[in-house]
């Protein structure tokens, strides 16, 4: 594997990208935005990424930028506490998104071709390699094109077929954004319910970050700020605050929660990681995820032909995501219950647990 484009500078793309260059390939990485963004929940690192991260040695820079939330608090309409469910750290680290995501491109930028404001436009596998047209730069050919672009991958588009064959929107929507201020408890992260909506303030480290999540079904032409005032308005607590945050901010990050299922994820010279080729979605074990196959792909390339490596990648690959891809469901009901009575039987639990705790 000589010549590697990477399409999406995230998680998975910057992993690859690392390991891929750091195993003697000319890798280039094409990134749709212009820049590092700043929005996205806090993530863990955990599992099978946390020797991976290691092995980057990037193990203190990512213990450095950890939060310190050691508890979820329940908040009413006027921000008293209804309850306080102890979020358990486990094995692993939660830093903010942005954080990962800037260390994982760090480290790769040294040994990798970092292209930002650009994309693919088409992709021609004619066997020997794949000729790539951009949206900016000029066209190339690469011996293996790899899409970690995320949900909405333009790779798997336009390599595998079209969204809704791969893509099951469950019901739900995501956004966050960087709030100006530091929190005052850097211990607890802040959560306040109506029914179907869920808001969670987090005080990741420095910044606070506010989280949206609520119950729709699909309306792809609305815009996001537009499907957020239509969720939200009227809900007490911050929320008029936060509203005004994400209708002018410049990184909102908005998207739906949605399950990726594809039968193959390489097709010729042409393959999938991260969320392009499976999506857990919600609560940020698909970081994990995505560092995890990004370095089972690298060690599949760097070990066998082509063909051999890309079906041991995604052999091995999925039977890490396949048993991650149900644990949505339960979750969703327990962080944004769809009724009032849902609420109440939900912040009931919370106060037996911390009774009995
Ligand atoms: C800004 C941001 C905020 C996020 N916030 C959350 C969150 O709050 N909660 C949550 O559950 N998940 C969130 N995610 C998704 C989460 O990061 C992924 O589920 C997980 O990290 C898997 O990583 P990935 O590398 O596969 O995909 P991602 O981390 O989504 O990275 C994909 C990358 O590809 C880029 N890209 C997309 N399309 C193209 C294109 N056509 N051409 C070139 N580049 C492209 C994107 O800009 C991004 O940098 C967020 C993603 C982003 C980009």
């Known amino acids: 594997m000589s010549r590697v484009l990477i399409v999406g500078a995230g998680i998975a793309g910057s992993t690859l990208a690392y390991w891929l260059a750091r195993d003697g390939a000319e890798v280039t990485v094409v990134e749709r935005a212009g820049g590092e963004r700043s929005s996205g929940s806090p993530v863990d690192v955990r599992g099978p990424a946390t020797a991976v991260v290691e092995r980057m040695g990037l193990h203190a820079q990512i213990q450095q930028a950890a939060t310190r939330a050691t508890g979820l608090a329940i908040v009413d309409p006027s921000g008293r506490r209804v309850g306080r469910i102890p979020i358990q750290p486990g094995e692993g680290v939660e830093l903010p998104r942005a954080d990962l995501a ?210 041991t990648y995604e052999h091995t690959h999925r039977r890490l995501t396949m048993p991650k891809q149900h644990g949505v469901g339960p979750l969703s009901h327990l962080l944004v219950p769809a009724t009032e009575g849902g609420i109440a039987l939900r912040n009931l639990a919370v106060r037996c647990w911390r009774s009995a705790g």
Not at 154 to 172: C, D, I, K, T, Y
Not at 204 to 233: C, Q
Not at 262 to 284: E, F, H, I, Q, Y
């Open 102 to 311: 800037r260390i994982l491109a760090d480290a790769a930028r040294d040994v990798a071709e970092f292209v930002y404001g650009d994309t693919v436009t088409t992709l021609d596998d004619g066997g020997a390699g794949v000729d790539v047209t951009f949206e900016h730069a000029t066209p190339r050919r690469f011996d293996l094109v790899v899409g970690a672009d995320g949900v909405h991958s333009r790779v798997r588009r336009l390599a595998f077929g079209p969204e809704n064959a791969f893509v099951r929107h469950l019901g739900m929507y995501v956004a966050t954004v960087a709030l100006d201020g530091p929190a005052l408890d850097e211990r607890t992260v802040l959560m306040h319910n109506a029914p179907g909506r869920a808001i969670a303030v987090h005080p990741t480290t420095g910044r606070e970050l506010a989280a949206f999540i609520f119950r729709a079904r699909h309306t792809s032409h609305a815009d996001p700020v537009t499907l957020l005032d239509d969720a939200y308005r009227g809900m007490g607590w911050r929320v008029p605050e936060l509203l005004d945050r994400a209708r002018t901010a410049d990184d909102l990050w908005f998207d739906t929660v949605s399950r990726v299922r594809l039968p193959r994820w390489s097709r010729g010279r042409t393959v999938l990681v991260g969320d392009a080729a499976s999506c857990v979605s919600l609560l940020g074990e698909g970081s994990s995820l995505a560092i995890a196959g990004a370095a089972t792909l690298a060690g599949a390339l760097a070990t066998g032909p082509v063909d051999t490596a890309l079906r």
